[in-house]
């Protein structure tokens, strides 16, 4: 089992950034494949941004290359999305997932965090 705890969502202007963590707890994060999701209202939950436990491969979602990272730190057991210069359509719950596989950017995760808020303001 592991269970995941995101936190560093907020209230931001359009072209400003957030960092956002996910904490897990009861396994080491080196051994899975980490991902974050969002969900808008109204809309499905999609992927951002995924890095597998194999090499550090990472892959983004088409709206946020280029403005998004997704990096991990083994020693904290801690996975963080920095998010730059952001824009009002990022707004959304962002969910941290994890798995022993290698689902990239699917939604084939096993364990799920509770979310934390993201709002741009324009």
């Known amino acids: 089992q592991v269970q995941l705890v995101e936190s560093g969502g907020g209230l931001v202007q359009a072209g400003g950034s957030l960092r956002l963590s996910c904490a897990a707890s009861?396994?080491?994060?080196?051994?899975?494949?980490m991902g974050w999701f969002r969900q808008a209202p109204g809309k499905e939950r999609e992927s951002v941004a995924a890095?597998?436990?194999?090499?550090?491969?990472?892959s983004y979602a088409d709206p946020v290359k280029g403005r998004f990272t997704i990096s991990r730190d083994n020693a904290k057991n801690t996975v963080y999305l920095q998010m730059n210069s952001l824009k009002p359509e990022d707004t959304a719950v962002y969910y941290c997932?994890?798995?022993?596989?290698?689902?990239?950017?699917?939604?084939?995760?096993?364990?799920w965090g509770q979310g934390t808020q993201v709002t741009v303001s324009s």
């Open positions: 009861g396994r080491t994060v080196s051994r899975y494949s």
């Open positions: 997932a994890a798995s022993a596989r290698l689902p990239g950017l699917s939604r084939a995760y096993d364990y």
């Open positions: 890095i597998m436990w194999t090499d550090g491969t990472t």
